[in-house]
């Protein structure tokens, strides 16, 4: 069982439809969660940061943690073109010897005009 | 621009070369990290640093890979001895705690 597991995609929506993006991961004492954004040919980009159960918001974007379901998800509302990309999901462990964090392989969502 | 930058951008290389890559990091962060990456899969994990001690390698990271950080601020990623396999981009991030940023990466094409 890989560590991250993100929906494989890709992933089609509308312009102004809601994006969902699911992830789970397999280790519980993962204590922090992250969504980052890549475009083709560039680096990741961090949009969302969440550590406790429940719901957090930042503009169009609201990531959704249940540690209990190891569940993880990421929504973008009116999507737009430009939120086309790869959304790669991230969980950390601080560990004594440092951080760890390790990525799923990403989703790829096409938002269409 | 106070993000983090590496150097190069771009690198080609014939297959027994040794390259090297530079990373500098966002000034306030003490944690630095090496991630490679390829077409279709997230960052794979290669090493850590808290300020200048190595605390973490991956098991990725054969013998022909190398990573100092001397004084704590920028570092360096060389491979000795480049196979094909290597090609990826090199990716190098800084934090405190909390998410990692991400710099614009080194992509590695060895020939």
């Known amino acids: 069982q890989k560590e991250v597991e993100q929906n494989s995609g890709p992933l089609s929506v509308p312009e102004g439809a809601i994006a969902s993006l699911n992830c789970t991961y397999s280790?519980?004492?993962?204590?922090?969660f992250f969504w980052y954004r890549q475009y083709s040919g560039k680096s990741p980009e961090l949009i969302m940061s969440?550590?406790?159960?429940g719901d957090k918001e930042d503009g169009r974007f609201t990531a959704q943690l249940n540690k209990a379901s190891q569940y993880v998800s990421l929504l973008i509302r009116d999507s737009q073109p430009s939120d086309s990309a790869t959304y790669l999901c991230a969980v950390n462990i601080e560990e004594t010897s440092g951080s760890r964090l390790t990525f799923g392989e990403g989703t790829q969502l096409t938002v269409n005009p | 621009d106070t993000g983090v930058s590496q150097d190069p951008r771009h690198k080609i290389t014939k297959r027994g070369q040794n390259v090297t890559f530079r990373c500098d990091p966002i000034?306030?962060?003490?944690?630095l990290y090496w991630y490679r990456q390829t077409l279709g899969q997230g960052p794979e994990f290669l090493t850590y640093f808290q300020n200048e001690a190595q605390l973490e390698k991956s098991r990725l990271l054969s013998d022909r890979f190398s990573a100092e950080r001397p004084k704590g601020s920028f570092s360096t990623l060389e491979i000795q001895r480049t196979e094909q396999g290597d090609s990826a981009m090199y990716l190098c991030?800084?934090?405190?705690?909390?998410?990692?940023?991400f710099g614009p990466g080194t992509r590695l094409t060895v020939l």
């Open positions: 991030a800084s934090s405190n705690e909390g998410g990692r940023f």
């Open positions: 280790d519980r004492v993962s204590q922090s």
């Open positions: 000034s306030e962060h003490n944690r």
């Open positions: 969440i550590y406790s159960n």
